[in-house]
């Protein structure tokens, strides 16, 4: 399984940013995608989930009603959605695909991709 992450960039404090999760690998839709992030000096952390019946868990208390995550199945992709961004939220973001469930703790069963980097700032 493979994921590959794109659209992070440079944004301002209180703006939005997409980000996008291309997977492949899996033969079918049951499995679900986790977010990480990365802060500079920080460990990586689980940010938020969608599993395979679109059921959302987040994972960071800190994003709660500003980041949300959807899935186009048909072209195997995930969204993360993140608005009201703010320094904070500064870090590289991964994507992960794990079977089915979003598992709790958060874990990738895979290998890591590149990731995207995200700078909020002005």
């Known amino acids: 399984v493979q994921t590959v992450e794109s659209g992070g960039g440079l944004v301002q404090p209180g703006g939005s940013l997409r980000l996008s999760c291309a997977v492949s690998?899996?033969?079918?839709?049951?499995?679900?995608i986790l977010w990480f992030r990365q802060a500079p000096g920080k460990e990586r952390e689980g940010v938020i989930c969608i599993d395979s019946k679109e059921f959302i868990t987040t994972y960071a208390d800190s994003v709660k009603g500003r980041f949300t995550v959807s899935r186009d199945k048909a072209k195997k992709m995930m969204y993360l959605q993140m608005t009201s961004l703010q320094p904070e939220d500064t870090a590289v973001y991964f994507c992960?695909?794990?079977?089915?469930?979003?598992?709790?703790?958060?874990?990738?069963?895979?290998?890591w991709g590149q990731g995207t980097q995200v700078t909020v700032s002005s």
């Open positions: 992960a695909a794990h079977p089915l469930d979003c598992p709790m703790p958060p874990r990738n069963p895979g290998s």
């Open positions: 690998g899996f033969t079918s839709d049951f499995y679900a």
